[in-house]
């Protein structure tokens, strides 16, 4: 069916519902009498809207929104004082820190524009980018440590969809990219909640599978790939819904097709090629290529964005290192849809994938009761950033390597063996 550009609603407003009460519902599984900070950008009021409805429904006590506009950002960029790049709102994410140790649950929606940031000055991005990821540590690590249940969903920002589909007008690319998120999401079922718990069991299958093997290590194979993985002592796999410390299970991604654990950070060896582009706060980085020794990565090339690769990799030490390893079949939904989304929610739902930087103490045995330093001990790894790059395609294989060094196969040509 054709969408002509006379459409007076190019997002159904029953699954935009829909999906506010699966965001609530399975995203966070908010409980009664719990705060809730959203932020979101200004164009997705209509789900932010929906998804406060739904929140104070289950009984929130106080939700409080904050927005953010892709002009006023770009205003910064094109005007403000060069100091004014190495500032960021610490005291805003102070607050919100404060916010995640009294209890509140934490929901971001995303959907700005992925090239918003592309023709200004990398190195005032990556300025900013480092104020701001200092500034959000406090708040950050509340999420990555899984004290509080969190969750991210997105919305079809117009300015995002005409990235997405920029041969459509703009109404139809909306539309589109509305429908593609629906679908992802589970929302297009007859039963979205029933369909998420279904989903999770699935994924829960896998984790446990992997989790009875415990491998020491994972070999990827393929084009510009020759990798080998180590994994952190005591290291546990995850997928789907989680539970936080705070006793509630989320589903901290919708979409998700992943099932992830921890990297031993002193532990990676050899090469790997990205093959989807990487969007990173405004930036596209396309055809990544590094080569690891001990963990680290010591070569970094990009055919497109390097120079901000290259400053993301100097934010700290972490930031060379792995703080995540994901697996996702070839044939997922988001892969199967054949949509480039330019946002890593989506795309790394579409390919096996890697992360940069601070890794997940959720994904250790009994990671809740461990001190950062016994993480770190046990081979995490702690960084300002938290980056994920997809690795996997239908031309890249995967095996399980056991202590004593005997190989299991778990992809081939991108799906479990």
Request: include cysteine.
């Amino acid at each position: 069916m054709t969408i002509h550009s006379t459409i007076n609603t190019p997002i159904d407003p029953v699954k935009l519902d829909k999906l506010a009460e699966v965001a609530v519902k399975v995203g966070l599984q908010l409980k009664a009498n719990q705060d809730l900070v959203i932020t979101a950008p200004i164009a997705a009021l209509p789900l932010v809207r929906e998804i406060t409805k739904h929140a104070y429904m289950a009984g929130a006590g106080l939700v409080s929104t904050f927005y953010s506009d892709e002009e006023t950002t770009l205003a910064r960029y094109r005007h403000a004082p060069d100091a004014s790049f190495d500032k960021a709102a610490s005291w805003l994410y102070d607050g919100m820190a404060k916010a995640y140790e009294g209890g509140a649950a934490r929901l971001a929606i995303s959907g700005d524009n992925p090239m918003m940031l592309a023709n200004e000055d990398p190195q005032k991005v990556a300025r900013a980018n480092k104020a701001n990821s200092i500034a959000y540590k406090p708040a950050l690590e509340k999420i990555s440590n899984f004290d509080i249940n969190w969750h991210i969903c997105s919305y079809p920002n117009p300015s995002w969809a005409r990235q997405v589909f920029p041969d459509l007008p703009e109404e139809e690319a909306v539309h589109k990219l509305a429908e593609a998120i629906f679908s992802a999401s589970r929302i297009n079922t007859p039963d979205p909640i029933a369909a998420w718990a279904e989903h999770n069991a699935n994924l829960k299958k896998r984790s446990s599978w992997l989790n009875g093997e415990r491998f020491a290590a994972l070999h990827f194979t393929g084009p510009g790939t020759d990798l080998t993985v180590g994994l952190a002592d005591g290291h546990e796999w995850h997928g789907g819904a989680s539970t936080a410390k705070n006793g509630i299970t989320c589903n901290p991604n919708i979409p998700t097709e992943e099932v992830f654990t921890t990297p031993h950070a002193l532990k990676v060896e050899g090469f790997v090629s990205s093959t989807k582009p990487l969007s990173h706060q405004g930036t596209l980085i396309d055809n990544i290529q590094v080569r690891f020794e001990a963990g680290r990565i010591v070569e970094a090339k990009a055919s497109k964005g390097e120079s901000v690769l290259n400053k993301v990799l100097d934010t700290d030490e972490g930031a060379r290192r792995l703080g995540e390893v994901a697996l996702v079949p070839h044939s997922s939904p988001i892969s199967a849809s054949g949509i480039l989304f330019y946002n890593t929610l989506f795309d790394e739902n579409a390919s096996c994938h890697i992360a940069l930087g601070q890794c997940y103490s959720k994904c250790f045995l009994n990671g809740a009761s461990l001190t950062p330093d016994q993480i770190k001990a046990q081979g995490g790894n702690s960084s300002l950033i938290h980056i994920d790059w997809m690795i996997g395609s239908n031309l890249v294989d995967i095996d399980g390597i056991r202590a004593d060094g005997s190989k299991v196969p778990v992809m081939r040509k991108g799906e479990w063996a």
